[in-house]
């Protein structure tokens, strides 16, 4: 019988088990590389979107305003990766829990959930009808008003306009000279700004939902919308954000008497500051207090004005308020009477313009926080505006003391 060699036994056992050991590590390499693979394409894509917004807005203001990482992923070419690795590992990159925890989305900002009352709860009880009270429609001045509406697809819209306007015809002689009358024009710059709002919602929500749910968010987040607009074009300050009536209109103020009201003979004196030649088609703009002021004032126990409101006619629709004949508008956000502030205008709707880049969008996003249970609802639209000419718009100011 031949000698049995151990030692050549337990070498060669020892080789295969460090033949196998190499084989798991490559194969652990292999694997952890592909993850981080996964991960830096993940940073990259982040960080050159971000570099690309960055640089859009430097070349448009000169500066930057805006926190790291703080635009959330569009589209699903960076969100898909993220959930597969999610998937492979049960971790969430770095990334996305920056993106998650950015101060401009609100830290503390809820997801609507079944298991708060107050945060979802309330739509999927035992029995629920399959319809939601609404709130009353808010509506958008300017859409009502009939502003000017301009569509582009460009960041920044140049229109011209009429600097020096045409003055009257000259009487002139038989066979003397013509009298010369060339206008003069100007420009106004438009640029587009992004307007955004982020939603979540639990997984259970949304399939326990019976009451159209997602409709009826799409139409609230519509008539956010419409307030926005409503806000910008009004009492937008032109800087960062779209120009409002009330910055761009006459800065030739009328200056009422008081500091907290107006006096009866003093409306008339800001309407016709307005040349005739924009009155015909002007409209009133001032916060809702201020109207109820003006419809409450008497002189003499008598009304001083057709005290008309918004009224329901036979085919259901709302007849617009009038005040002295001339549609009345409201925003929440135009100063009300108080020293030195501009609480009420009078102007042309036709002389201004809201450029729209884009419609009310929604992209809805299953993945970024699937490791929540939540689905992810993204809106944005993108808008700017403009008073183009300033003496189509008159101010009235209060007292300054």
Known sequence: MDEINYEEIVSKALEAFDKRDAERKAVADEVEAADKKIRDEIREEVLAEHEANTEAWRNRKGQLSVSKLSNPLEGDHTASKAFMYWMRTGEVVEEMKALESNESWGPSAKALQEGDAAEGGYLVPDDVRNQIVQKRDEQSWPREAGVQVLGTSRDVVKVPVEATAFAEFSVTAEEAAYTTNDPAFGQESITIYKFTKLTKLSDELLDDDACNLEGFISQRVGDAWGLTESHYCATGTGSSQPEGVFVGGDTDAVTFTCTGD????????????????????AIWLCDPQTEYKLRAMRDANAW??????????????????????????????????????????????????????????????????????????????????????????????????
């Open 304 to 401: 001083t004005f057709d005290p008309g409101v918004r009224t329901i006619t036979k085919d259901g629709s709302v007849a617009i308020a009038t005040f002295y004949g001339r549609p009345m508008f409201n925003d929440d956000n135009i100063a009300t009477m108080a020293a030195g502030t501009n609480s009420i205008a009078f102007g042309d709707p036709a002389y201004y313009l809201l450029v729209e880049r884009q419609g009310l969008r929604m992209r809805r996003n299953p993945y970024l926080y699937m490791a929540n249970g939540q689905v992810g609802f993204f809106w944005d639209v993108r808008f700017g505006g403009v008073v183009l000419m300033e003496e189509a718009w008159k101010l009235g100011q209060m007292a300054a003391s």
């Open 262 to 281: 107006m006096l009866a003979a003093e409306i008339p004196e800001l309407m016709y500051s307005l040349k005739h030649g924009y009155r015909k088609n």
